[in-house]
Nanobody, 115 residues
Framework: VQLVESGGGLVQPGGSLRLSCAAS????????MSWYRQAPGKERESVAT????????NYADSVKERFTISRDNAKNTVYLQMNSLKPEDTAVYYC?????????WGQGTQVTVSS
């Protein structure tokens, strides 16, 4: 199982970024996928989750109306579109999948929101 995130970077407050997570090594289309983030000195927290077909999504209250999770099962990729970014969104963002009783994480991608 491999989860490879990309798309992070430095952005000014109010800006946008789109994260991608390319998955391999498992049957991507039958599993829900999630994005988590971890800010310095804080615990890792759930940001967004999408069902296997993409018909159902859930978001942390702090990102509702600003972030959108989506997936392309033909490309084995899950995305996180982040708009109206705030300094408090600064964190390492991780892609996550639970396969049975096993948890898999990507290596993370840094998002820094600063002027």
């Amino acid at each position: 199982v491999q989860l490879v995130e990309s798309g992070g970077g430095l952005v000014q407050p109010g800006g946008s970024l789109r994260l991608s997570c390319a998955a391999s090594g498992f049957r991507f289309s039958i599993y829900a996928m999630s994005w988590y983030r971890q800010a310095p000195g804080k615990e890792r927290e759930s940001v967004a989750t999408i069902s296997r077909a993409g018909g159902s999504t859930n978001y942390a209250d702090s990102v509702k109306e600003r972030f959108t999770i989506s997936r392309d099962n033909a490309k084995n990729t899950v995305y996180l579109q982040m708009n109206s970014l705030k300094p408090e969104d600064t964190a390492v963002y991780y892609c996550y999948v639970r396969l049975g009783i096993l948890d898999y994480w990507g290596q993370g991608t840094q998002v820094t929101v600063s002027s």
